[in-house]
């Protein structure tokens, strides 16, 4: 079993930026082809927002955040990354990183249901 905690989250004022951190453990680190990070807002349902896979190091992104959100990882640390710049307000949510064992499907990177060992999430709230 993989665990996950993430850590960076905060308050920014729009504009500015936050680095998220997921630092990953246990004995099955080894056995996530993907790590990705989710976000949710009061109200709304969980959304995908990046991922990146642990050995060739390809990413994806959502629309939302393409061009302002740069996701990495940290192999020797088993860490991954989510550098938030130019925030909006509409980025606030609590955001959670999480295991893909298997590239399931076409669209396998955006579907939380492909992803497992969620961490406890990290709140960021953009002030306007």
């Known amino acids: 079993q993989v665990q996950l905690v993430e850590s960076g989250g905060g308050l920014v004022q729009a504009g500015g930026s936050l680095r998220l951190s997921c630092a990953a453990s246990?004995?099955?680190?080894?056995?996530?082809?993907?790590m990705g990070w989710f976000r949710q807002a009061p109200g709304k349902e969980r959304e995908f927002v990046a991922t990146?896979?642990?050995?060739?190091?390809?990413?994806y992104y959502a629309d939302s955040v393409k061009g302002r959100f740069t996701i990495s990882r940290d192999n020797a640390k088993s860490t991954v990354y989510l550098q938030m710049n130019s925030l909006k307000p509409e980025d606030t949510a609590v955001y959670y990183c999480?295991?893909?064992?298997?590239?399931?499907?076409?669209?396998?990177?955006?579907?939380?249901?492909?992803?497992?060992?969620w961490g406890q999430g990290t709140q960021v709230t953009v002030s306007s």
């Open positions: 999480a295991c893909a064992r298997f590239p399931y499907g076409s669209n396998w990177y955006k579907l939380a249901s492909n992803f497992g060992s």
């Open positions: 246990g004995r099955s680190t080894s056995s996530c082809y993907a």
């Open positions: 990146i896979n642990w050995n060739g190091g390809s990413t």
